[in-house]
């Protein structure tokens, strides 16, 4: 049995970690919710994306409704929508002055080619555009599973790139991970990090609750193939429609590691609900009490 000293220090990371967690609406969520929902409470972080073929418009309409709610809107830069450097610094300006705030979620994006000049979050980096503009947090990927587009080797590269302009430019970037459904790869994958000199603070993505079809369905897209199979030997779990059960396969044994080790890079969670944002956010204000 283990230390109830060290079980109750895995509790209390537990609800604060999931207290503190962020979660991903998307522009069309947001325009049809005429008010802030009972249980998104104020101070919550909450990112908007910014689908493909869009315009920027709807997320920054997005982001303000947010801000209305006292909450802390985090836009998607997907970099390989923006044309063009004036683009950057227009978006960039619109997150600083008319948004007042300071961050970013800064991706690749979809699309094989790029719309302009942005091929990767690097070249964005680079220009300072975002520094100068007074942008100060940028959230960016990480794939404890790996990336579709990139091998282990390039995509610890690109990380140890960015965290390099973060320290040289004074900021705090910081990992959003892909979903994540099995916990071990992803524990694999920090000590990794870490071994390789990376000490970016980690958010792991976790499902919302939502069906499993829907999280078959994203896993084939993003490549999560080791947790695919974790989550198909989990059928027996599975409720008909929902999967209430998959936030705690995660949750557990991230608190347990930072509960356990004070240089665990993990430092909270984000969900992606996926359509299900009541429902996810239901769970997550009963399981983030103290």
Known sequence: MSDP?????????????????????TPAYVSTTRRRP????????????????????????????????GCVPVPHLPVRAITDLPMLQMIAQAVTQELQTDRVLLIAGGGATPAGCFADTVAVLRTRVLQDCGIRRIYVAGHPEGSPV??????????????????????????????CFDPSPLLQWERGLRDNGI???????????????????????????????????QRHRLHRWFWPGAPEQVIQPVARAVAGDGNSL?????????????????????????
Do not use: N
């Not at 249980?39 to 801000?67: D, K, Q, Y």
């Not at 610890?156 to 390099?164: A, E, I, T």
């Not at 078959?216 to 897209?221: A, I, Q, T, W």
């Not at 430092?267 to 204000?285: D, K, Y």
């Open 38 to 69: 009972d249980a998104l409470p104020p101070g919550t972080t909450v990112f908007i994306t910014w689908l493909t073929g869009m315009p920027f418009g709807p997320t920054l309409a997005a982001c303000h409704t947010i801000r209305q709610w």
């Open 199 to 233: 000490i970016l603070p980690v958010h792991v993505g976790l499902p919302g609750l939502i069906s499993p079809r829907m999280l078959v369905r994203y896993g084939l897209k993003c490549g999560v193939g080791q947790s695919l199979q974790f989550l198909k030997g």
């Open 266 to 290: 993990f430092q909270g969670f984000h969900f992606f609900p996926f359509g299900a944002v009541a429902r996810t956010l239901g769970w997550r204000e009963a399981s983030g009490r103290p």
């Open 5 to 25: 000293k060290f079980r109750a220090a895995v509790d209390r990371t537990t609800r604060r970690l999931v207290h503190e967690s962020s979660i991903e609406m």
């Open 150 to 179: 990139m091998t282990p080797e390039e995509a610890l590269s690109f990380l140890r790139m960015k965290q390099d302009i973060g320290q040289k430019d004074g900021l705090d970037i910081r990992i959003v991970s892909q979903l």
